[in-house]
């Protein structure tokens, strides 16, 4: 994971004295920091792989991997130092703040990006089909047929930078990214087999992404599997 050299200007807005949940600063004001790493709107950088987008993702999820960050769940010093010293009232400002903003479109004259054939075959099998075998769910059982999530706490996946997910993908796959139990992500990034985790990456990164592309509101389907950020009523018995 590389580091964002603008994190001291972060740092320095983020980290002042009395930040906190009763803080009556201008949060947008202080969250424009932290476009040295997510882009402008939070629409991730496209110069590097490793600062994902965070415009238009469900509240729920950033609010989630906020926390993480804070309590040791993800293994990311420089976003743990950060969040250390901020409550949950104040991590889910920061999170409707992003969630509310448009996410990330694809440029309108971007060229499609090409992959091998033979790995957007393997990639869309799992993707739309999953793995019984092997207990690997569907991507699209979780994330929607069109990848856009699931309110409250599943984000999309099209479009994200390809070394972005494999790096995601390893972080589960050694225990260095965990989240409460039942850690569905955890259970399906070690049953694919990193040939597997390669094509899905390759795959997601070549799909177009647009504005009008939203999480489905919540109970628009039911998960196959329970995970630690989905309440067990929502997921299929």
């Not at 769910?137 to 990848?147: K, N, S, T, V």
């Not at 390809?162 to 409460?180: L, P």
Request: net charge neutral.
């Amino acid at each position: 994971m590389k580091t964002c050299r603008p994190l001291l200007l972060l740092i320095s807005m983020l980290a002042t004295p009395g930040f906190a949940a009763d803080d009556a600063g201008d949060l947008t004001e202080r969250l424009a920091a932290c476009s040295a790493c997510h882009g402008a709107r939070g629409e991730g950088r496209t110069a590097s792989e490793y600062y994902p987008h965070l415009a238009g993702k469900p509240a729920g999820y950033l609010l989630s991997q906020l926390r993480a960050f804070r309590d040791g769940g993800r293994n990311y010093p420089q976003m743990g130092w950060l969040m250390r010293n901020m409550d949950d009232a104040y991590l889910e400002r920061i999170a409707t703040h992003f969630a509310a903003l448009p996410p990330r479109a694809n440029p309108s004259d971007a060229a499609p990006k090409k992959i091998d054939p033979a790995l957007a075959r393997r990639a869309q099998a799992l993707i739309a089909d999953g793995d019984a075998t092997r207990g690997i769910p569907a991507c699209a059982a979780c994330h929607g047929a069109d990848l856009a999530g699931l309110e409250p706490a599943i984000p999309a996946l099209v479009a994200l930078p390809e070394e972005y997910v494999v790096a995601q993908f390893g972080g589960w796959r050694t225990g260095v990214r965990t989240a409460r139990q039942p850690d569905c992500m955890a259970s399906i990034a070690r049953a694919l087999e990193p040939a597997e985790i390669r094509a899905i990456a390759a795959w997601l990164s070549a799909q177009q992404h647009t504005e009008a592309l939203r999480p489905a509101p919540a109970g628009s389907f039911v998960p196959p599997q329970a995970c630690a950020d989905l309440p067990h009523a929502a997921v299929q018995p």
